[in-house]
């Protein structure tokens, strides 16, 4: 499975902001991770292409919304009112298989090169 992100970049705090991932494969659980300056990887969002739950870590219900394009294999993060501390290398990755949306970076054996997002306040 390849997984391509984009739609990082500079922001002010506030704003909105769209991280697309284009995924190769159909059917397969993909998940949004980040990585902030200084701390290891977290869990942010997850969903499976092809119908299946939406899983969303705590601290981010309410600001982000994953959501999918069965059709063009594209899922989508919609990041609202970003702070500071959201600034991070966001990566999607995959299980490669139709499984639930596991959290830990080790349950995903598939990752695609981060975005990187800043966000000034």
């Known amino acids: 499975v390849q997984l391509q992100a984009s739609g990082g970049g500079l922001v002010q705090a506030g704003t909105s902001l769209r991280l697309s991932c284009a995924v190769s494969?159909?059917?397969?659980?993909v998940a949004w991770f980040r990585q902030a300056p200084r701390k290891g990887r977290e869990f942010v969002a997850g969903?499976?292409?092809?119908?299946?739950?939406?899983r969303y870590e705590d601290s981010v219900k309410g600001r982000f919304t994953i959501s999918r394009d069965n059709v063009e294999n594209t899922v989508y993060l919609q990041i609202d009112s970003l702070n500071p501390e959201d600034t991070a290398v966001y990566y999607c990755?995959?299980?490669?298989?139709?499984?639930?949306?596991?959290?830990?970076?080790?349950?995903?054996?598939?990752w695609g090169p981060g975005t990187l997002v800043t966000v000034s306040s």
């Open positions: 494969a159909r059917n397969v659980a």
């Open positions: 990755a995959s299980t490669g298989a139709r499984t639930g949306v596991p959290i830990r970076v080790t349950d995903y054996p598939y």
């Open positions: 969903i499976t292409i092809g119908g299946g739950p939406i």
